[in-house]
């Protein structure tokens, strides 16, 4: 496995503990099923803000490949991730457990993915916070997400990472959908 969806979130709405805490998450949901001994990087940007620098998710992950917890490919290499090679759908995206995530035509929806992201995997500029303070913000802001089950628009093959934005709050992540799950890459330098 080198590819999840979390499990839970970090509980504290889109403050993550910024992106050294939600890699932490990553490392802690993988150990706890034997998959630990990787890096792990949640797909998250962090945007221009405050002096401190822009990281794009896509550069944060490695070159890939990557599979998920039932050896699926979800994509051969960084651009087939951001493009019409990946396998990122309801199906394939598995939390650390193997286990679906609920999507927008299940009973309880948490298809609200957030990733912080443009559609090529890069960060916004500093004008408009869409990455609740850099994951440390559970009030004000906004988040992009992504819906790992591309309810909204199946013909964008990057729904999965920019699908709209929610308040940064846990009741607001839960009102579209949401629980402040995110993705988490097993940092691969193929």
Same mark, same amino acid.
């Not at 805490?21 to 998959?35: E, K, R």
């Not at 299940?106 to 992201?117: E, K, W």
């Given at each position: 496995? =080198?590819?999840?969806? =979390?499990?839970?979130? *970090?509980?504290?709405?889109a403050n993550l503990g910024?992106? &050294?805490?939600?890699?932490?998450? @990553?490392?802690?949901?993988?150990? &706890?099923?034997?998959?630990? &001994?990787?890096?792990? !990087?949640?797909?998250?940007?962090?945007?221009?803000?405050?002096?401190?620098?822009?990281?794009?998710?896509?550069?944060? *992950?490695g070159n890939g490949p990557?599979?998920?917890?039932?050896?699926?490919?979800?994509a051969a290499n960084v651009?087939?991730?951001?493009?019409?090679?990946? !396998?990122?759908?309801?199906? +394939?995206?598995? +939390?650390?457990?193997?286990?679906?995530?609920?999507?927008?035509?299940?009973? =309880?929806?948490?298809?609200?993915?957030?990733?912080? %992201?443009?559609?090529?995997? +890069?960060?916004?500029?500093?004008?408009?916070?869409?990455? @609740?303070?850099?994951?440390?913000?559970?009030?004000?802001?906004?988040?992009?997400?992504?819906?790992?089950?591309?309810? &909204?628009?199946? %013909?964008?093959?990057?729904?999965?990472?920019?699908?709209?934005? *929610?308040?940064?709050?846990?009741?607001?992540?839960?009102? =579209?959908?949401?629980?402040?799950?995110?993705? @988490?890459?097993?940092?691969?330098?193929?």
């Amino acid at each position: 496995m =080198t590819f999840f969806v =979390t499990s839970v979130g *970090i509980g504290d709405g889109a403050n993550l503990g910024g992106l &050294a805490g939600a890699d932490a998450h @990553c490392l802690h949901l993988a150990n &706890a099923v034997g998959a630990g &001994a990787k890096p792990w !990087h949640a797909y998250l940007s962090h945007q221009l803000m405050n002096g401190v620098g822009q990281i794009d998710a896509r550069d944060r *992950i490695g070159n890939g490949p990557w599979h998920n917890a039932v050896g699926v490919e979800i994509a051969a290499n960084v651009d087939a991730l951001h493009g019409d090679g990946n !396998h990122v759908n309801a199906a +394939t995206a598995l +939390t650390e457990r193997g286990e679906p995530v609920d999507g927008d035509n299940d009973r =309880t929806s948490r298809h609200d993915i957030l990733t912080g %992201t443009k559609p090529d995997g +890069t960060s916004y500029d500093e004008d408009y916070d869409k990455t @609740c303070g850099n994951w440390t913000s559970n009030s004000p802001g906004e988040a992009m997400v992504g819906h790992h089950d591309l309810v &909204a628009d199946m %013909t964008r093959p990057n729904s999965w990472n920019n699908a709209h934005v *929610i308040g940064c709050s846990q009741s607001n992540l839960a009102r =579209t959908g949401g629980e402040g799950l995110f993705y @988490c890459f097993a940092v691969i330098e193929g």
